[in-house]
């Protein structure tokens, strides 16, 4: 399963636009895949020679046109939401837009909460034990959605979380914010860019700036272009690059590898996922018929250039069910059948 990430926020603010760049207009129907960059993986690949190297994707959709209702509709199908704000233009109000937007997700989510506890307040009435913790916990959602809030800001323990998830919130999704800057105002973003940075900050989520129109164009250009361009406005690294790797973080993910010869490639995991449930995102049999993991490091697999020298220098870590996968992890799955 792809991590879904939604391009949202105010008409007019760059969405379509930044789609556009992040799929090097490859995307139809506001729909395209996005490779992650990541240097571990190009390193890999140099030592261990593959016949196919396959970065992380992310699946990117931007709002399609529509109702207010369709749009909040829109953004509570993805995993991560990629707000993006108005920067550039006469007199750009990000903070003010991005809050109005906000708005129409914290009232979906006051609906949705408000009509579940309609009846799990029935149930409480009802001498129903189990009912007291959801009760309880959607009596504080609604109090925090009723004063404007998104859920993010909520503290939470894991249970409550996951009693509120039944309702599908969509302001306790993770988010990463765009600051959709004029040209100008780069690298920095200047005043607009610093309203977004501190909306951000209340929700402890990644803040990124870059002018939408110009990552798109760059994409356009040849690399050694590119670098000559983006040196100019004093932007040293692909915009593009930086929001995946902070939808990544926003949405609590890793990266591990698979090294062998005919591939190189790195995949996407939730943090702390235990071993037999990453290998079920290679394949879900993997997941059911899981033996044990062969686990090394990038540096190490680097320094001897495949698995099989580390496997015959015993070199490789050997992991059970209960391992819990990490980060950069390059890793060996074994399995039955
Ligand atoms: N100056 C400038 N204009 C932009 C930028 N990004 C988008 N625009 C313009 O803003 C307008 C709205 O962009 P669009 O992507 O359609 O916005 P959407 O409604 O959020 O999808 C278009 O005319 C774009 O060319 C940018 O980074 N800089
Ligand atoms: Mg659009």
New binding site residues.
């Given amino acids: 399963m792809p991590v879904n990430v939604a391009i949202v926020?105010?008409?007019?603010?760059?969405?379509?636009?930044?789609f556009k760049a992040l799929t090097a207009g490859r995307g139809a129907d506001g729909v395209g895949m996005v490779d992650v960059p990541d240097e571990r993986l190009q390193r890999l690949a140099e030592a261990v020679k593959p016949l196919k190297v396959t970065p992380a994707q992310v699946r990117v959709e931007?709002?399609p046109p529509g109702s207010r209702a369709q749009r909040v509709a829109f953004a509570r199908q993805a995993d991560v939401l990629v707000k993006?704000a108005?920067c550039?233009?006469p007199d750009p109000q990000p903070a003010a837009e991005l809050e109005e937007f906000a708005l129409d997700l914290v009232l979906a989510d006051l609906a949705s909460v408000e009509r579940r506890l309609e009846l799990v307040a029935k149930e409480v009435r009802a001498g129903k034990k189990d009912a007291v913790a959801e009760n309880e916990v959607l009596q504080l959602a609604k109090a925090h959605l009723d004063a404007g809030q998104s859920l993010r800001t909520l503290t939470l323990d894991r249970e409550q979380r996951e009693l509120l998830n039944g309702v599908f919130p969509v302001t306790l999704k993770p988010s990463v914010y765009v600051a959709?800057?004029?040209?100008e105002l780069l690298p920095g973003g200047g005043e607009p860019a610093t309203k977004v940075s501190r909306l951000a900050a209340v929700e402890n989520a990644p803040a990124i700036v870059l002018?939408?129109?110009?990552e798109a164009e760059l994409g356009e250009l040849e690399e050694s272009e590119q670098a000559e361009m983006r040196a100019s406005y004093g932007i040293d690294e692909s915009g593009l690059g930086r929001i995946a790797r902070a939808v990544w973080e926003a949405g609590g993910l890793i990266t591990y590898f698979t090294a062998g010869e005919p591939e190189v490639r790195a995949w996407p995991c939730e943090r702390d996922a235990l071993a037999p449930v990453a290998a079920g995102k290679i394949h879900t049999d993997f997941e059911k018929h899981f033996i044990r993991a062969e686990v090394t490091s990038v540096d190490e697999l680097v320094a001897a250039g495949s698995m099989e020298a580390l496997r015959a220098a015993g070199k490789l870590r050997i992991e059970g069910r209960e391992y819990r996968v990490k980060d950069g992890d390059v890793v060996f799955f074994r399995v039955g059948r």
């Fill in positions: 926020g105010p008409a007019g603010s760059g969405k379509t636009t930044l931007d709002t993006v108005r550039f233009g959709n800057a004029a040209d002018s939408a129109r110009l």
